[in-house]
């Protein structure tokens, strides 16, 4: 493909997070999976590689319901619940952060350094890629298991330490790129 401006296209693409629940009252807790109802990306096809960027704003993140191993139950929590996690989540995990940065760059479609920034850190990995050119849109997908600690954020807990969310969350990502226009 030839070198190559291309933005997001939100209405094919999809951002989604799995935070798991460890700790003696686990059980108790939720497992969820959440969303980023709202993001901006860019890319820059160059040849084999590429350099991209996505911009997640805190608020945007919206609970889809709970886990239960892969499967989401989007009923099991009230509106209530919702937005009362939501809030957690921007007031608590993620104070003063307005958006997570995400930097990726590659020498081949197959595989990226990524770099996701906030601002209490940063963190940066390798991560690998499935990219498929469909109709002049490139879509991108995988997944990437980020530490909260590492990233400098505060740990979530329960009511007494009963239970905690696990440092580590998963990130699914799938992102179709198309033309600039």
């Known amino acids: ?3 190559a401006a291309r933005v997001v296209d939100r209405s094919t693409s999809k951002i989604l997070v799995h935070t798991r629940a460890s700790g ?3 059980r108790l807790a939720h497992d969820l999976e959440l969303s980023a109802a709202t993001f901006t990306g860019r890319a820059t ?6 350099s991209a960027e996505l911009v997640v704003p805190v ?4 609970v ?7 499967r989401v139950d989007t009923s099991a929590l009230s ?4 937005s009362d996690i939501e809030r957690k989540i921007r007031d608590e995990v993620f104070p ?3 958006e997570v940065r995400v930097h990726a760059k590659g020498t081949s479609r197959d595989r990226a350094e990524v770099t996701v920034e906030v601002s209490s850190g940063r963190l940066s990995l390798p991560v690998p890629l499935r990219v498929a050119e469909e109709a002049g849109r490139t879509r991108v997908s995988g997944r990437i298991t980020l530490s909260m600690k590492r990233l400098g954020l505060r740990d979530v807990k329960g009511p007494l330490g009963a239970f905690r969310v696990r440092d580590d ?3 699914l990502f799938d992102v179709t790129l198309r033309p600039a226009s």
């Open 59 to 62: 608020a945007a993140l919206q």
């Open 64 to 70: 889809v319901g709970t886990l239960h191993g892969e």
């Open 24 to 26: 003696m009252l686990a």
């Open 79 to 82: 509106i209530s619940d919702r």
């Open 45 to 50: 096809l160059e040849g084999e590689g590429f």
């Open 169 to 171: 969350v998963e990130v």
């Open 1 to 3: 493909m030839s070198d």
């Open 96 to 98: 003063g952060t307005k």
